[in-house]
Each structure stands twice: as structure tokens, then as C-alpha cells.
């Protein structure tokens, strides 16, 4: 009917309002609500598949391809199937001749459009990749955390990931297998999560990470019992608008790039790492050498000079959390400082409730300089939403200044994008940025 039509396109209008603004779950409720008003409305059909795309796990080939989870499905197994899929839902991405009536959909079309495409490569590349190599379970002697590596390590002095200490690989039984329709992880992904304070439990890693391993050793076994107690666990909600795992996905990993990685304190990504080597896939590798601080050789220190050091084998992406900006000064060294436009954290001394360490967090207005130093307006958080920081506006006082001397105030880089606002935006004026959740303390992380 005309006015069911005239109804759907103020809703495509308001989806195009909010894909402008950086509110994609809004953007999709109102395309499903414009297909339902008028079936025949291509853009309302593109829109909602577009949107459909962008919002899945990115991480995950056949969620991004809006696959069943089902097992029995033809589409679980059959490549055919999986491939005619792939081309339904490529022309359902494409836009019609109105396009240019909506510019903001158009362009999710196309995102949505890109991602299908490396899903669908990604999903040939693990068809086409030979089995994993058998592997066996361990426990640290040390930290009591369950670990899997190669088999061909049993009976090797391994390497924790989580404690550094060495301990010899010697077989325990694996974790229960996830119950059906319940996410479990196993105790090293739990460390892991609880490190990175990404408390997403519809995310699973397949394995955890094994890092290094020396010469075979026939010392003495010590006691094992690993352990189960994870009341300390921090769950973290999803992000506001931007989508920051999108950024740290197995292939996104090339050689010669530095990553930063989270550490196993207070699980803040201070460590730094050159990759050497990345192979994506299935069973994700990566070869990476430690940078360590110039001259006391120490990790976790996030400005300065680093030499490349020690090398360690990674085979999840869960430890990482951002590629690192910075300068290549020789063959294997490098220079870390906060670059113009980044968020950085700053000391703050402690929660007095949890004894936690709190932050500051700055963006900086300038790179830095040896002379005048760098710099920086402080960030504070926008009540309502998640993680959502705006410039804190103080007169004379709305710009500091780091000097040389000041440079260990600073505690670690954080993600961050800002955020485009439309007409009917929610957030205030001025500038406005979203940070990684994973590096913020579990304090900040509430609407």
C-alpha cells in the first residue's frame, strides 16, 4: 500500500541517520522494519543483508557468511552448497540503481561485500588445509594452567605462556569436551580472558597459545593440580559502535610488523613483538621476537628504545591487541613514542575498593620531541554509554605537556577510533572517541 511505502523510506531514511552515525544495530532494526513494510523495496533487502554481514562475528568465516550452525545442513559440509550460498548472498549485497539515495548504505554494501569475500576464501583455505598435527594436554607446574601443545613436545622442558616458568611436558587428561548448546573454555583461555578482560563467552578459542621449548630433560615431575577456582573471572561488554576484534583477526598478522600484547599483570598491552612469521588458518602460528627496553633489557616498558630479543612461538590471536606505531632506528631496533591523534593511558594510582590499578586516559595532540616533549588533552568518559571518551574541556588547562622526564607516567597505548556523529547523535559535542574495551579496567566498563 502507498503509505506502508511511504512509511519504509522513513525508515531507510533513519537507517541511513544511523549508519551516519556509527549505529549499526539501530541502522539494521530499521531496514527489517522498512522490509516488512514493503517487501518489494530493494534497498530495505540489501540494507538488512549488509547489516546482517557487518554485525557477525568477524572472526568466525561462517558466521560473516550468515551460515547455519546446524551440523546436519548441507551447508555445513557440502562445498557446492557452501559456494552457491556465497553467490545468493553476494547478489543480495549488491545495490540497485537508487543506491545514491542512500550513500551510508551503499557503503556498508560494499564492507559487507569485501568481508563475504575473504570469508568465503578463508572458509576454502581451511577446506583445503592438510589435518593439525596431533597434539596432547599439559599442566604448569608452576601456575597450575591446563596448556596444549604439538605431541611431538611430550616429555620436553616447555615453556608456560601465562607464568614464563619451565616445566616438563608431561600428559594429563583434556578438559571436558563444551556441552551442547553451552559455551566452556579451557583454564588457559579462561587466564586468557580474564588477562584481556574480554569476557565474550560466545568465543571460543580452539587452542591455547604455547610459546617456547628447550632441550629434553628427565627431571622429576612436580605435583600437579590444576586449578578451577575462577571467581576473579571480568566480563566485558561488547564495545559501543566499532567492532576493535575486527582489527586483530589471523590475517591481519604479516611479517615484519610489531604488535603490542597483553601482559599478565593487570592484562594491559604493554609487551611489544616483531612477527617474524604468520600463518593463518586453522591452526593459526606465529613466529615473533620479544622487543626489550634499551639499555636495562626489560619488557612491558611502552615508551623508548628496543632491541629485538628473545624468540617465542604464538598459536592464538587472543594475545594480541593492536599493531604498534613506530620507527625502525637499525637492523633490530626500534623507537616507541605516542604518535599525534593516539590514546594513551597515564598512571593513576590504584582503586581504593580493589587496590586495582586506575588510569588517566589522554589523547595526544602532538608527536614527540626530545626538546619540547608531546602534547595531550585529557579524555573523559560520556555517562550512558560503554566506552565512549570526550576531550575534558579546562580553560587554560585543556592542553598538557609530557616532558622527557615525565615519560613514565605513561602505562600503555589503548585502540581508539573516533566516532562520526549524525544530527540526532546521543553523544555530545566536540570530539568523541570509542577505546578498545579490552584496554580499559573493568571499573570503567558500565553504560
Known amino acids: 500500500m502507498p503509505g506502508d511505502a511511504s512509511t519504509a523510506a522513513e525508515a531507510l531514511a533513519q537507517a541511513e541517520a544511523d549508519l551516519s552515525a556509527g549505529r549499526l544495530r539501530a541502522a539494521q532494526r530499521q531496514a527489517r522494519r522498512a522490509a516488512r513494510l514493503d517487501p518489494d523495496s530493494a534497498a530495505a533487502s540489501v540494507l538488512l543483508a549488509a547489516t546482517s554481514v557487518l554485525l557477525a562475528d568477524a572472526g568466525c568465516p561462517r558466521a560473516t557468511l550468515l551460515l547455519p550452525e546446524d551440523p546436519k545442513s548441507s551447508l555445513a559440509s557440502d562445498p557446492d552448497a557452501v559456494r552457491r550460498h556465497y553467490k545468493s548472498l553476494s547478489r543480495s549485497l549488491r ?7 542512500y550513500p551510508a ?3 556498508a554494501a560494499q564492507e559487507a561485500l569485501r568481508r563475504a569475500a575473504d570469508a568465503y576464501a578463508a572458509l576454502k583455505e581451511e577446506r583445503d588445509a592438510p589435518p593439525p598435527p596431533p597434539t ?3 599442566a604448569c607446574a ?3 594452567l591446563l596448556h596444549e601443545f604439538d605431541r611431538q613436545y611430550v616429555g620436553f622442558r616447555l615453556t608456560c605462556p601465562s607464568c614464563r616458568r619451565t616445566f616438563l611436558g608431561s600428559e594429563v587428561p583434556p578438559p571436558p569436551p563444551p556441552k551442547k548448546h553451552k559455551a566452556e573454555k579451557t583454564l588457559a ?5 580474564l588477562a584481556k578482560r574480554r569476557g565474550k563467552d560466545h568465543k571460543v578459542p580452539q587452542s591455547s597459545s604455547s610459546d617456547e621449548y628447550d632441550e629434553p630433560a628427565e627431571s622429576e615431575v612436580q605435583e600437579e593440580d590444576p586449578v578451577s577456582d575462577h571467581s576473579g573471572q571480568m566480563t566485558v561488554e561488547d564495545s559501543d559502535f566499532y567492532n576493535f576484534d575486527a582489527d586483530r583477526v589471523e590475517k591481519c598478522f604479516k611479517r615484519g610488523q610489531v604488535w603490542a600484547l597483553y601482559g599478565d599483570d593487570d592484562g594491559m598491552p604493554r609487551h611489544y613483538a616483531l612477527v617474524e612469521m604468520a600463518s593463518p588458518g586453522r591452526q ?17 616498558k611502552p615508551c623508548g628504545s628496543f632491541k629485538v630479543g628473545r624468540e617465542a612461538m604464538v598459536s592464538s590471536v587472543n594475545v594480541f591487541s593492536h599493531l604498534v606505531a613506530c620507527e625502525r632506528v637499525a637492523r633490530e631496533k626500534y623507537r616507541v613514542y605516542p604518535k599525534k591523534g593516539s590514546v594513551w593511558a597515564l598512571h593513576a594510582g590504584e582503586y581504593a575498593d580493589t587496590g586495582r590499578p586506575k588510569y588517566d586516559f589522554v589523547v595526544f595532540l602532538s608527536g614527540y620531541s626530545n626538546v619540547h616533549g608531546i602534547s595531550f588533552g585529557y579524555l573523559d568518559k560520556v555517562e550512558g554509554f560503554r566506552s565512549i571518551f570526550t576531550r575534558r574541556e579546562i580553560g587554560v588547562h585543556a592542553i598538557q605537556y609530557l616532558r622527557e622526564g615525565d615519560v613514565g607516567m605513561l602505562s600503555h597505548q589503548t585502540p581508539a577510533k573516533k566516532v562520526s556523529k549524525g544530527e540526532s547523535s546521543a553523544l555530545p559535542p566536540g570530539d568523541c572517541w570509542e577505546l578498545d574495551p579490552a584496554s580499559l579496567p573493568a571499573e570503567l566498563l558500565h553504560a
Open 284 to 300: 593459526f602460528r606465529a613466529q615473533i621476537r620479544w622487543l626489550e627496553h634499551q639499555p636495562d633489557g626489560k619488557e612491558g
Open 105 to 107: 548504505a551503499a557503503a
Open 136 to 138: 596432547f594436554w599439559t
Open 189 to 193: 583461555e579462561m587466564q586468557l580472558q
Open 95 to 101: 545495490p540497485d540503481d537508487g543506491a545514491s539515495s
Open 142 to 144: 608452576g601456575c597450575r
